[in-house]
């Protein structure tokens, strides 16, 4: 069919998922545009609780479970995603079809994708003019779009942004009609949604009709303009921290540094604490000893921001390590501080929010020591992968929009 649709003005509709039925409808048309919700199965309820969250706790890799072959469920918020996590049937359930170490190696991935996407939705309502759609085939409680409105207002601050209701109806000459509700609220009708086993089977000359009707209600003749101007405040801003350079011996070799990303060391690491290929690799001493460390110092750095990499012990005979990363500020006050416990065949994400504060530089270090006494011809190993900061996403108080 012909669109009505420029390919600016499709970029201005934004799905609030329940299925993949807009996804699907806007795919049709040309419009591939990543966005968090676009191919995210949920309710209207779910979708709201995650707005209330502020996005927190959102696809953590212990609250996966296999929900379909290629979609895992999170548990945190009830949700559904399209995923590289896949399943297979095993005694009459579903189960993961990779081991941990490469699952969550994939989760790792997948998580930075959601952290940008979910960035670039926070952006998108600061922006003006964005087209926010919601639907279920069961119908939405009433108290639950006023809720998602809300947030969504609290979201785009100043911004002007408009939620479409999609509602089905059998009363043929509503079929295809969008009105307002309220200012902010507009409501619109098609005679069926997609089934929910084939969310590609849109309605497509009823969905055209009422978001086209939708954009003619809520113009922004900026459009374009704002578009042209769109940053993703999160996307290239991560920190690499770089990992020290040691000599045979044991010993530091000079190293310069970005000074954004501060100056690495090890302490207390010895002969055997160095770099092996892309990781670094650390042996822990006795418990009542003093750390093996690796340090970062002279880190400044604006806003919250997520430290993240991987940890695993690389030889089958290891101790199992307990490691800790923390960091602390100039004043030598703990920011923030978190405990692992990495044993072989159990690797690890390391993962830490960090809250700056206004006590800048910080310091980031990561701890290990054997979770018992080193006994004659044993080892206590981690391997850390090289880490990087990546700016939190977006707080979502009230600012000004971008027009």
């Not at 911004?159 to 059998?170: G, I, K, N, Q, Y």
């Not at 954004?260 to 207390?268: T, V």
């Not at 390590?321 to 072989?344: C, D, M």
Request: hydrophobic letters at 40%; a neutral charge.
């Amino acid at each position: 069919m012909t669109s009505p649709f420029s390919p600016d003005q499709l970029l201005r509709i934004e799905s609030l998922g329940d299925n993949c039925e807009l996804g699907f409808f806007l795919g049709n048309l040309g419009c591939k545009a990543g966005s968090v919700f676009r191919w995210a199965s949920m309710k209207p309820d779910q979708l709201l609780a995650k707005l209330r969250a502020d996005f927190a706790g959102m696809y953590e890799f212990d609250n996966l479970s296999p929900l379909r072959p290629a979609m895992v469920m999170d548990s945190r918020y009830g949700i559904g995603w399209h995923t590289e996590l896949k399943s297979e049937p095993v005694g009459g359930s579903l189960a993961f079809r990779d081991d941990e170490e490469t699952r969550r190696r994939i989760h790792l991935k997948e998580m930075r994708k959601i952290r940008y996407l979910v960035s670039k939705f926070i952006a998108r309502s600061r922006l003006g003019g964005v087209l926010f759609v919601v639907k279920s085939n069961g119908g939405i409680d009433p108290a639950t779009v006023d809720g998602i409105h809300e947030q969504l207002r609290r979201l785009s601050g100043d911004a002007e942004f408009a939620l479409l209701e999609v509602r089905s109806t059998d009363e043929a000459p509503a079929v295809g009609t969008v009105g307002w509700v309220r200012p902010g609220l507009l409501r619109g009708f098609v005679p069926r949604f997609a089934p929910y086993e084939r969310a590609d089977d849109v309605d497509m000359p009823a969905w055209t009709s009422i978001l086209a009707g939708a954009l003619e209600l809520f113009p922004c003749p900026q459009w374009s303009d704002r578009l042209a101007s769109f940053d993703v405040p999160s996307a290239g801003a991560a920190i690499h921290l770089e990992f020290p350079k040691v000599r045979p011996d044991g010993t530091e070799a000079p190293l310069p540094e970005p000074p954004q990303a501060g100056k690495s060391a090890l302490l207390n690491g010895g002969r055997w604490c160095r770099s092996v290929g892309d990781v670094f690799r650390l042996h822990g001493p006795d418990p009542d000893r003093i750390s093996a460390v690796l340090r970062w110092a002279g880190l400044r750095i604006s806003g919250s921001h997520h430290l993240s990499g991987s940890i695993r012990c690389p030889v089958a005979d290891s101790l199992p390590v307990e490691l800790t990363v923390r960091t602390w500020n100039e004043r030598r006050t703990v920011v923030r501080s978190r405990r692992f416990t990495v044993a072989p065949g159990r690797p690890l994400d390391l993962e830490l929010d960090i809250e700056p504060g206004p006590a800048n530089p910080l310091v980031i270090e990561v701890m290990v020591n054997a979770s018992r006494p080193v006994g004659s011809g044993e080892r206590a190993v981690v391997d850390v992968s090289p880490l990087s900061l990546h700016p939190a996403v977006a707080s979502v108080s009230p600012m000004v929009g971008a027009g």
